[in-house]
């Protein structure tokens, strides 16, 4: 039986191709992205007066309910740009009084580090940083890694997203202030990419038990139904995203944050965390065949930050030198106990995919066709 192979295409307007198997175009080459983004996100986004207006009914009720406490809200800081500018957003601008929460899972670049001390100091907040039990982060890294998914950073997320809502329900913290946006995030990274919907301490579960080395006592994992329906409606805990309802463009953002706090900019998205800017430039591109830059690149050509033939000219090279890249991949593996040569032959594997495990995808999809029909999730979600 003959399988038919899919002709190469690649959008008429951005650069999202067909190495997301999900993609589809209308008669004129426009991919679905960009027709999401005309037609749901584009005659929803406000940024002008009306934005400002609705963000200040939201920094007065945030005021409003914090009032007595030491944070009337909380801000997950990683030290790459979109939680930066966030953070000078909610303290400059809207007046609010956050805690800034960091977690450490081992991988922080200096130049991460060094953001996040300039914005303390910059903005006199305080800073709460949770380090995670390393010994329990690398079993679970080195399991996923095992298991061949292109979701690398599923353990590096957990972390991160777990480890903030335990907090804020832990502290009575009832706002998660967050830097998720449209401007630079509008052509959501397809499923298979590696950008599986949320936490799913199942899925979690299930590989670890098979490839894992140590029992995860401390490891933060909130599930994704657990905080979208028990923490939301039980507790009240809301997430508020600013960046959407102000001018919020990249290059004016890191030329604000560098003039007021030093704070340097990156080369590229999610380069503050040393395994996401090795997993996301060598490893699922040379594994997998995907290139996550293309979804990052397309979301700055749809809101007009970069032209198409920019972004072509920027996917058409390595965002980092081959000498670099060699010396990541040999830092990586001794970080994570790996000879050189066992990660080697992680990377020549046959790759496999989430559907391989235990998983409650089911699940989590008809939650996010329910935000989708409600409008609050306004991102091509298939």
Request: charged letters at 30%.
């Amino acid at each position: 039986m003959s399988v038919s192979v899919r002709e190469y295409q690649m959008c008429a307007n951005c650069i999202m191709d067909t190495s997301d198997p999900g993609i589809q175009f209308d008669f004129g080459g426009k991919c679905d992205y960009c027709q999401n983004f005309e037609h749901n996100i584009k005659p929803n986004w406000h940024t002008d007066s009306r934005g400002e207006s609705e963000l200040a009914v939201i920094a007065e009720k945030i005021k409003k309910e914090g009032r007595g406490r030491d944070f009337d809200c909380i801000i997950g800081l990683s030290g790459g740009l979109d939680s930066s500018y966030l953070a000078y957003i909610a303290k400059e601008k809207m007046g609010l009084r956050p805690l800034l929460f960091h977690v450490d899972a081992g991988w922080n670049t200096d130049q991460a580090v060094g953001n996040i001390e300039k914005l303390v100091d910059g903005l006199g907040l305080d800073l709460y940083t949770e380090v995670i039990n390393w010994e329990e982060m690398k079993s679970l890294q080195v399991a996923f890694l095992k298991a061949q998914v292109p979701d690398q950073d599923i353990p590096q997320d957990t972390a991160f997203f777990s480890g903030l809502y335990k907090f804020a329900k832990a502290h009575k913290i009832k706002y998660v202030v967050t830097g998720g946006n449209y401007s630079t995030e509008c052509c959501r990274e397809p499923e298979e990419w590696g950008a599986y919907p949320g936490i799913d301490k199942t899925l979690i579960g299930d590989i670890h038990k098979k490839f894992g080395s140590k029992v995860l006592k401390s490891f933060p994992i909130v599930d994704i139904l657990t905080y979208k329906i028990y923490y939301r409606y039980v507790f009240g805990m809301q997430v508020v995203r600013p960046l959407n309802h102000i001018p919020y463009i990249k290059h004016e953002a890191e030329a604000t944050l560098e003039r007021l706090f030093g704070w340097k900019k990156f080369q590229h998205k999610h380069h503050e965390s040393r395994f996401t800017r090795f997993y996301e430039d060598y490893w699922m591109p040379r594994k997998f065949g995907y290139e996550k830059r293309r979804a990052h690149f397309s979301s700055l050509v749809m809101t007009g930050q970069m032209s198409r033939e920019q972004a072509l000219e920027r996917i058409s090279r390595p965002e980092l030198d081959e000498q670099f890249l060699k010396s990541e991949f040999e830092y990586v593996a001794h970080k994570l106990d790996l000879t050189v040569e066992q990660l080697q032959e992680i990377f020549e594997g046959k790759n496999k995919t989430f559907h391989d495990y235990r998983n409650k995808r089911f699940l989590i999809g008809i939650g996010s066709r329910v935000l989708s029909a409600l409008g609050i999730e306004r991102r091509l979600f298939r």
